[in-house]
């Protein structure tokens, strides 16, 4: 995961590496905004994911 904008090559890929938080269990299904439901993911992962792929523990599905 790069750690600042400098470290990729143009800032369209930054926009979709940049880490981002993540609700394991999601805010829409009543997940709370605390740190143990959160996990580090790509922007594009994270949009990636949605509500519906969280797996049976709530972690993404690879």
């Known amino acids: 995961m790069p750690r600042s904008r400098f470290e990729v090559a143009h800032a369209t890929i930054w926009k979709r590496e940049r880490p981002t938080f993540d609700h394991i269990v999601p805010r829409a299904a009543g997940g709370p905004d605390r740190a143990e ?4 993911a790509h922007a594009r992962c994270n949009k990636r994911k949605g509500k519906d792929q ?3 523990d709530g972690r993404v599905r690879t």
């Open 37 to 40: 439901n959160l996990q580090l």
């Open 54 to 56: 969280a797996a049976s």
